[in-house]
């Protein structure tokens, strides 16, 4: 079967981009695109031969067009970590295009969109915690939810700790996630 393209979207790690890398069968990374050019998950991307593009245009979508440009159109642009805002008119190019923007954002949403979900769930006393697989929109952390995992948050758990079990979690599900909208 052909594989579909894709492209991530990153800022830090990349370890949620070598997650889809590995795990996907269906989707494959054209690019990769960071927000900045010291995160660690670009050498990720160069060290298995996927062409890559840090921010260095004022516009993202100006990179987006020059991604696209070079490597022709994804089926779907992953945000993996991508900790930017995207402009409305990014959004409104790619869905114009046809591109699915999907997003993992580590909350139950509606539950603490935004930063610092983890301690904000330990603060609230939250029972349950975990995250959500969703379509991008124009309001952060808001669009179609696709898929949520779940789990307890145990007594003595820190922040840390339920990052941890996000991430352990997201690695695994995204992937499946991302496949399953490149099949369909
Ligand atoms: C994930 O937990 C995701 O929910 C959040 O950023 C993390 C991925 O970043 N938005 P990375 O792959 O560890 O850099």
Redesign the pocket.
């Known amino acids: 079967m052909e594989r579909i393209p894709i492209f991530v979207f990153?800022?830090?790690?990349?370890?949620?981009?070598e997650a889809i890398i590995n795990s996907c069968k269906v989707a494959c990374v054209q690019g990769v695109y960071s927000s900045d050019p010291t995160a660690p998950?670009l050498q990720y991307a160069v060290d298995n031969n996927i062409r890559s593009l840090s921010a260095h245009n004022k516009s993202v979508l100006t990179d987006l067009k020059a991604m696209i440009s070079h490597l022709g159109k994804p089926k779907i642009i992953v945000?993996?970590?991508?900790?930017k805002i995207l402009p409305i008119d990014f959004i409104d190019y790619c869905y114009d295009n046809d591109i699915i923007l999907v997003?993992?954002?580590?909350s139950l949403l509606p539950k603490h969109r935004g930063l610092n979900t983890h301690q904000r769930a330990l603060d609230a006393g939250d029972t349950i915690h975990g995250?959500t697989i969703h379509l991008v929109t124009e309001i952060l952390d808001h669009g179609p939810i696709i898929a949520q995992e779940s789990f307890n948050v145990c007594d003595g758990d820190t922040a840390t700790m339920l990052?941890n079990a996000?991430?352990i979690r997201?690695r695994i599900k995204y992937p499946m996630i991302i496949d399953s909208i490149a099949i369909s």
């Open positions: 990153i800022s830090g790690t990349g370890k949620t981009l998950g945000l993996a970590g991508y900790m997003n993992t954002h580590p995250f990052e996000v991430k997201e």
